[in-house]
């Protein structure tokens, strides 16, 4: 019964159906389910399916904003029951921007939203973003990751510059950087010390996810 | 210029992010309202009416929307009147470049028996500095079919990484004009039209006119557009700059298919918004539509073909807008996969009314990933496929795309060589093993009816 219920809430997140995703998301919870395994079972794995049809293409990104928002729509729901029960995780946090020199950002709203959809806490800077304010922010809000995009190869270097700046201050270790856009290959962001690239919205939080495991996060 | 800088100043106030999804809806219902349907096995659509139905529902976002400006955060807005009044006045051809260099470039219909004009260079690819860069220029430049060349971006100058808004920004701008009149020079033709150089600061693009060593007033420079359907302050200044110095304007949009518009048919509708704004708010000369994929960064699939060609068809057919499809291929140099898509992009571009350049590869991802002989290829296609109805195209499409379409993933897409691994720095001419991939799809073309 559970489980046709939570599938019922995914397939609202991959229609993009807000409304209908809010009143299952109530009769989950006036029929005492679990709302935390409402939320994995149902809300996340219908966001995993969007983010592979998105990354295949057989849906554009209208269809992933839609999505995100009926997830939205029930999560508000949903997550203050589980806070009621004090069991809700501490959810990861992201400080993402397109970096300094570059006002494109497409590419970066694109990760954040699929980020936040996977349930990463997500402070978007924006664009143009000097390298010292993604830091200030990141420590600021106590993030796990820093995330720094850009479509133009005369701002990839203030990404090096970033990851240097981390380093001078002490601070690397402490934070996960990633990196990615348009001219950003994978053997560039390694050969400047970052520690995840993706090649797309999808990779960026498989990717994320991956390292938070390995760093025991 | 005045009146748009007024009403960039007093239109209406938008927070970006609303114009965004302002978009998003408006795109969606114009979709609706006019009933536009991407058909992957027409993918030159043959239904003019349908062609029509996305001008004016690409004009209706416009009108409605406006061109946004990121500075002040207001909607530049304009009247109906007002735009139909700037397309009737727009030439009917212009003439590039000097002396007997120059070449005509004109308004192209659907169909068009005349050849479409090729704007070349390794667009959108990072360059090495110096001699490579000017020789990977004339490679280009000496191929006598080729109209114009335009720039790549350099990674340093004088070995010092080139950021955004930094004095070898600067430095890089003159460099790069200096370099492409070096690379026409020795290709035997310095009065060749030079479309651009290729650094981001509106600022930093003015160091490179120059009459005597730089861009000159029968030169180009483009001036770019935000996805989708923004400028700022700096654009339109350089626009102020560009039309007081008396040089040809591009407008160069990249609109994303996938993104905010949605899938083929959105896109189309923003994207003759965006020449729209073009010619309104930039004065723009001709028009570079750079589709780009949302995850392939190219534009040669299914669907961004089908959508090119309508854009093509809808402007051709309803004003005398010159507008340049940037082939932006999944594929490098070197490779068959590359030639296949340099070549649907061609035939597919040249029967809707379109201008051609290119090749752009590998997502402008890998250094010095460009050279002349694509750019050889894709005009050759263009002008061997002027005689062809859209049936034929279509026909041919679809015997076609099956060659490549698989490897457009932009992970699987194969990288192919550098410049310098696929020329003799020497003679700068293409070796032998890109010669022999040059000539098997050549011949392959020509065993499909495209007779280059």
């Known amino acids: 019964m559970s489980e046709s219920i939570f599938n019922e809430l995914a397939q609202c997140v991959i229609d993009g159906n807000e409304e209908k995703a809010r009143i299952i998301a109530k009769r989950i919870i006036e029929m005492g389910l679990d709302p935390l395994k409402a939320i994995n079972d149902g809300l996340m794995k219908g966001m995993r399916q969007v983010g592979e049809d998105f990354s295949n293409l057989k849906i554009y990104l209208p269809e992933v904003m839609m999505a995100a928002e009926a997830m939205k729509a029930a999560l508000s729901i949903l997550e203050p029951k589980i806070l009621e029960k004090k069991i809700m995780e501490e959810r990861r946090k992201v400080v993402i921007g397109t970096v300094q020199g570059d006002i494109h950002d497409i590419g970066k709203n694109i990760v954040a939203l699929l980020l936040k959809a996977n349930g990463f806490e997500v402070y978007d800077l924006g664009r143009d973003v000097p390298i010292d304010e993604f830091i200030k922010r990141a420590e600021e809000v106590k993030a796990d990751i820093i995330a720094a995009s850009t479509l133009l190869s005369t701002s990839m270097p ?12 002490g601070l690397r270790d402490k934070y996960i950087v990633m990196v990615g856009g348009g001219p950003v290959t994978r053997e560039w962001a390694k050969s400047i010390g970052a520690d995840g690239y993706g090649e797309d919205g999808d990779e960026a939080v498989r990717v994320a996810k991956e390292l938070l495991k390995v760093r025991g996060k | 210029m005045d009146e748009i800088t007024r009403r960039a100043f007093e ?81 009917e051809g212009i003439i590039i470049g000097e002396g007997k260099d120059a070449v005509v470039m004109n308004i192209r219909r659907v169909e068009d028996s005349k050849p479409p004009i090729i ?22 430049a000496q191929e006598r079919i080729i109209d114009s060349i335009g720039a790549g971006t350099l990674a340093t100058i004088d070995g010092f990484k080139i950021r955004k808004g930094t004095p070898q920004e600067f430095r890089a701008a003159r460099a790069l004009a200096r370099w492409a009149r070096q690379a026409i020079i020795e290709a035997g033709r310095p009065g060749m039209h030079i479309n651009d150089i290729a650094v981001v600061s509106p600022e930093a693009k003015i160091c490179a006119l120059d009459p005597y060593n730089g861009i000159r007033k029968t030169d180009g420079l483009i001036v770019a557009q935000m996805v989708e359907l923004k400028t700022s302050l700096s654009h339109l200044s350089l626009v102020e700059h560009l039309m007081s110095y008396g040089c040809f304007i591009g407008n160069l949009m990249t609109p994303i298919l996938g993104g905010y518009a949605g899938g083929p048919e959105g896109t189309a509708i923003v994207t003759v918004a965006e020449h729209l704004a073009g010619v309104i708010c930039y004065n723009a000369n001709y028009h570079y539509l750079s589709l780009t994929n949302v995850k392939n960064l190219n534009g040669t699939d299914r669907r961004g073909l089908w959508t090119i060609s309508i854009v093509g068809q809808a402007l051709s057919r309803n004003t005398k807008i010159m507008s340049v499809f940037d082939c932006y291929c999944a594929a490098g140099p070197g490779t068959e996969i590359l030639l296949r898509e340099a070549a649907a992009g061609g035939v597919a571009a040249t029967v809707s009314g379109l201008h051609l350049m290119g090749c752009g590869s590998c997502g402008g991802k890998l250094m010095d990933h460009a050279t002349g002989l694509e750019a050889r290829l894709l005009k050759e296609v263009g002008v061997a496929s002027v005689k062809m109805k859209r049936r034929e195209v279509n026909d041919f499409l679809n015997k076609w795309l099956p060659t490549y379409e698989e490897w457009l993933d932009i992970a699987k897409a194969p990288k192919g060589k550098t410049f310098q691994e696929l020329y003799d720095l020497g003679s700068v001419k293409p070796k032998r093993e890109w010669m022999e991939i040059y000539e098997k799809i050549k011949r392959e073309l020509i065993d499909f009816g495209i007779l280059i």
């Open chain 1, 158 to 169: 203030y990404m090096e510059d970033l990851i240097k700046m981390l380093e001078e201050r």
């Open chain 2, 119 to 140: 704007h070349s260079g390794p667009t959108g690819t990072l360059c090495s500095e110096g001699d490579i860069y000017v020789k990977t220029l004339r490679s280009y």
């Open chain 2, 11 to 91: 239109g209406q106030y938008m927070d970006e992010r609303d114009f965004d999804l302002q978009l998003m809806k408006k795109c969606k219902e114009l979709v609706k309202e006019y009933d536009i349907k991407f058909n992957p096995n027409e993918i030159i659509t043959t239904d003019d009416s349908m062609a029509d139905d996305v001008f004016e529902a690409g004009m209706k976002l416009f009108l409605d929307l406006g061109f946004y400006c990121q500075t002040t955060r207001k909607c530049i807005k304009f009247d109906e009147w007002e735009l139909k009044y700037e397309l009737k006045n727009l030439p």
